[in-house]
C-alpha cells in the first residue's frame, strides 16, 4: 500500500502551494485538523484516511488516482487544467464525506440544535465529531425518529413569512439529485459563514449547479456550483417566537 500513495505528501504540498493556501487555511477549508495534514504532506503519515482523500479531491478537484499514482508537479499548466476541469463532478453529494452524527442511550440518532453562536463556525466544523458531539439536542412530537434532523437559525427577510430569527427544523438529504424544483432547503456552503435558507431549484444535471431563490420576490435568484455545496437539509418546519402577521 505504501507504494500505492508515493505521490500524496508531494501532490498534497504543491497542490496547497499551488492555490496560496497555508496548512491551516487548507484544514479550515477542507476541515481536515492540521496536524493530519501537515503528517500526511510531510510523509509521516504514509495511508491517509479514506475520507481525507475525498475531501481533498473534492477541494481541489482532482481524482483521487491522480493524487496518489501521478506526479502532479511534473505536470504542464495545461495538463492541470484539463485535468481539473474533466473531473467528475458529484451531483449526489453521497461522496464529498460521511455525515457525522451522535445518537442517545437507546441508539437513536440525537436531533441537533445549531444555536445562533454556532452559526458562523458550522460550515467548518459540519464534519468534525467533536464540532456535532457538543451541540445542544433537543426533541419535538410528530418528528420522524429513524431520520437525521437538524434545527438551524436563519436571519433577515428574504423567506417571509418565516420571519427573522426563526429556526427552521430539516432532514438530512444523502442524494441531492432527487431534490425537485421550489423545495425549500437549508443549504451549507463550504468557505461560507452563513446558512442559507432558500427554494432550490435542481439543475445539477444541467450545468452543475443549484438555484436558490426566496419566498420575498425583492431577492434576486442566484446559482451556487455543486463543488461549493457541502450539505442540503430538506425543510419540515420552524419555530418562531414572532406571531404571524394577521393576512
Not at 423567506?159 to 430539516?170: N, R, T, Y
Not at 443549484?210 to 430538506?234: C, D, G, M, Q
Amino acid at each position: 500500500m505504501d507504494q500505492l500513495i508515493f505521490h500524496w505528501a508531494g501532490n498534497l504540498r504543491f497542490l496547497r502551494k499551488r492555490k496560496g493556501l497555508t496548512q491551516q487555511q487548507l484544514a479550515d477549508a477542507t476541515t481536515i485538523k492540521k496536524g493530519r495534514l501537515a503528517a500526511q504532506e510531510s510523509g509521516k503519515t504514509r495511508n491517509p484516511r479514506m475520507e481525507d482523500q475525498v475531501r481533498i479531491s473534492t477541494y481541489f478537484n482532482i481524482p483521487v488516482d491522480h493524487l496518489i499514482k501521478s506526479d502532479l508537479s511534473a505536470f504542464t499548466a495545461e495538463q492541470l487544467y484539463e485535468l481539473e476541469t474533466t473531473a467528475p463532478l458529484d451531483i449526489t453529494g453521497k461522496h464529498i464525506r460521511v455525515l457525522p452524527i451522535t445518537v442517545n442511550s437507546d441508539n437513536e440518532e440525537n436531533m441537533e440544535f445549531v444555536p445562533v453562536k454556532a452559526k458562523a463556525g458550522y460550515s467548518r466544523g459540519f464534519s468534525d465529531p467533536e464540532f456535532i458531539a457538543s451541540l445542544p439536542k433537543f426533541s419535538l412530537p410528530g418528528l420522524p425518529r429513524e431520520k437525521t434532523i437538524r434545527m438551524f437559525p436563519v436571519s433577515g427577510d428574504s423567506m417571509q413569512p418565516i420571519p427573522d430569527g426563526s429556526h427552521v427544523i430539516a432532514q438530512y438529504v444523502d442524494d441531492w439529485s432527487v431534490v425537485k424544483s421550489d423545495t425549500p432547503c437549508v443549504v451549507v456552503l463550504k468557505d461560507e459563514e452563513d446558512i442559507l435558507f432558500k427554494l432550490v431549484d435542481n439543475t445539477m444535471k444541467l450545468d452543475g449547479t443549484l438555484r436558490l431563490h426566496s419566498l420575498n420576490p425583492t431577492y434576486k435568484p442566484f446559482k451556487v456550483n455543486a463543488n461549493e455545496v457541502s450539505e442540503i437539509w430538506k425543510f419540515i418546519g420552524y419555530v418562531s417566537r414572532e406571531m404571524p402577521a394577521a393576512s
